[in-house]
């Protein structure tokens, strides 16, 4: 993604939004950046459950795919674009107002292959 992400938390108090006037540059090393303040933080436990969430694994799907979108019930669509705005998928369903709705995790729960039979 272009934009950048900026996360603030402040005790139990999160926020985090996409940067509008912050973009990478061309060329810059894009890179996640976590600043803990406070004492007596346990670092290897923070750092193992970052890494936890992390993910080598390609999507499922590529731009041009027919899929089945779960939007409450089950509707055809294409995918249109991958990883915009943080989402796996941006898909546009086969309606009559190309309504655009997001699949923000890469399981059958969110969005499946069209020819797969739904139980």
Known sequence: ??????????????????????????GEVRESRFVFIGRNLDKDMLIKGFEACTTEEELRF??????????????????IKLW???MPYRIRLDNEG??????????????????????
């Open 98 to 119: 190309k309504t655009e709705v997001f699949a923000s995790i890469d399981n059958n729960a969110c969005v499946r292959p069209r020819d797969q039979k739904l139980i």
């Open 62 to 79: 590529k731009v041009g795919d027919l899929v089945v979108a779960n939007i409450g019930k089950w509707v055809n669509g294409t995918v």
């Open 84 to 86: 915009d705005e943080g």
């Open 1 to 26: 993604m272009k934009k950048k992400f900026v996360f603030q938390g402040v005790h139990m108090i999160f926020n985090g939004d996409f940067s509008d006037d912050v973009d990478f540059k061309e």
